[in-house]
Structures are given as C-alpha cells and as structure tokens.
C-alpha cells in the first residue's frame, strides 16, 4: 500500500473565526487604544499567543469594570448575553463586535419567539459561552439540553434551536421528543455549515486511513466532537493542539500507511501544515 496523507476537505478556520481574528487584528492596528478581547477570542493557544504578541490581550469579565475610554473590547465568535452589551457601555470602552453572523441571527430568533410567548429549548452545552449568550437573549429562560431527557413541563408553544457546533442527531432527537408532547413547535436547526460540513469531511477521512489527526484547541467543543467522530471509525485517532505533540511512535509501532488530518474551526492553516509536514516525515514520503 503506498503511503499517503489525506486532509480532509473541510477543516480549519471557518468564516467566523477568521472573521473574529480579523476584526481584532484590524482594531489593534488602526486605533491607537488598547485592545482586550471578552475571554480568549478563540479556543487556540498559538493563536491566542500570537494576538498577544500583537497586544491584542484577553482578559475576564471580572475585569470589565477596570475599562476606559482609551480601550476597546472585543466580543467574540461566541457572542454575549445583552447584560454584557450593557455593562461594556457603562465603562465607556468602545466595544467591537466580532460576534459570528451566525450566532447573531440565533439570539435574534431567541429574542423574537420569546416575545411572541414561546418556551425556548437550545440544543447544546449549558456551560459554553455560545449557549450562554444565546440565553441571554430570552433572559436566561432556555431549557438546555443535550438530549431531551431533563425537559420537564413543557407549554404548548416551543422553539428550538441549536448551539452551531451541536451533532445533528441530538438535534433532531430533541425535536423529535418535543414534537410528541407540545402542539405547536417551531423548529431551526442552527447548526452551522461549517460545523456540519468539517464533521462529515472528518467522518469521510477517517473511514480510509490507519491513523487519524485531529488538530484543534483542548477546550474547542467542535474539535473535540471531531474526534468522536474519527475514534468511532479509525482506532489510531488523536487529538493534538500542534506539531509538538506528535511523536513518531505512533507511526511506527503501528506501521501507519495512510494517515488523514483534520482540524477544528478555531485552527488555524498554519498549524495544519506543520502537523502535514511532521507527519511526512514520520512516514519518510
Ligand atoms: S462554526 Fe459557524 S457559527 Fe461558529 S464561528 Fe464558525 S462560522 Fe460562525
């Protein structure tokens, strides 16, 4: 079998993040005030190093309240809850929104069907930001879920929408149980394209390879669902943040032939191509 590396069609930076890291980077250098992001603008420790690098610093929302006027703020891909729209204001920062299109257009849809009487139900991870924020936007009155098991009461009137990195089988599962129970309920499967698109590729690749790479950030919640999906196909599967945590025993005590690579929308081009470049030489092609 000749040996090979595949990279699956769909991986990396998606339109968002790019967006995000642009959107900073254009502040920093054409303001002259200091530039803070809400949080790490995106779950990349070479990434977020590089940005500093650039003063381009994170900090909490803890340290909110210690903005001026002579700084700016970032909002994130992630998005925030309007309580945080809010108390950026009052610090007389200017405050820059990066938040994702995508994501803006969830928090809208929250805030409309909220209005309108609905019980919102977000598909996803209580405790990521994304989730989080979108919250905000119904005042904090989402049921989240994962899978439909903890939806209790539920009224007649439901909306349902997902966190953009969510897997579609937890999405329809949920729409499938709220279906049987409430009369009428509106559906929007936000999952992005990116998402979908980068999960499917990664399915796609790992099916052929004897070793698959999954590059992405520890805390990224769309890598992490990458090598899920990966591990249920290809048994040498592994997920690294970059090139330095890639050794040659794997190649070797396997006798890896083929390897795939894939990457998670918070990585960025440059990063993959040190992981291809190591993995060449691993296999010595
Ligand atoms: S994954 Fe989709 S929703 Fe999330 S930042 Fe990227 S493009 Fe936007």
New binding site residues.
């Given amino acids: 079998m000749a040996k090979e590396i595949i990279i699956a069609d769909h991986a990396g930076f ?4 790019k967006r ?1 890291v642009e959107i900073a980077v254009n502040q920093q250098t054409s303001d002259q005030s200091n530039t803070y992001t809400l949080g790490p603008l995106i779950h990349n420790n070479d990434v977020i190093n590089r940005l500093k690098e650039q003063n381009i610093l994170p900090i909490t929302e803890a340290q909110l309240g210690e903005l001026g006027s002579k700084d700016s703020i970032v909002i994130r ?2 998005g925030v809850a309007p309580d945080i729209w809010e108390q950026i204001e009052k610090t007389g920062a200017q405050l820059v929104d990066a938040t ?4 803006s257009s969830i928090q809208k849809k929250v805030r409309k069907y909220r209005d309108l009487g609905y019980q919102i139900i977000i598909v996803g991870d209580a405790k990521h930001p ?1 989730v989080i924020g979108i919250n905000g936007w119904c005042d904090n009155s989402a049921i989240i879920t994962k899978d439909g098991s903890n939806l209790g009461e539920l009224p007649s009137k439901v909306c349902i929408v997902s966190q ?2 969510e897997r579609l089988a937890n999405y329809d599962k949920v729409v499938e149980i709220v279906s049987r129970r409430c009369e009428d309920v509106q559906t929007f499967n936000t999952i ?4 979908s698109d980068r999960q499917s590729s990664a399915d796609e690749v790992s099916k052929k390879v004897d070793l698959m790479i999954v590059i992405g950030g520890k805390n990224s919640s ?1 890598s992490k669902k990458l090598y899920d999906i990966c591990s249920k196909n290809c048994k040498n599967s592994i997920f690294i943040e970059n090139s330095k945590e890639l050794s040659a025993d794997i190649f070797h005590e396997n006798k890896i032939e083929k390897v795939g690579i894939t990457a998670g ?1 918070s990585t960025p081009d440059w990063v993959i191509e040190d992981v291809v470049k190591k993995s060449r030489e691993f296999l010595a092609i």
Avoid at 14 to 17: A, E, Q, R, T, W
Avoid at 192 to 195: G, M, R, S
Wanted: net charge neutral; aromatic share 10%.
């Fill in positions: 998606c339109f968002g993040v995000a891909s992630h994702c299109p995508y994501v994304e953009t990195t992005c394209k990116a998402t769309n929308a």
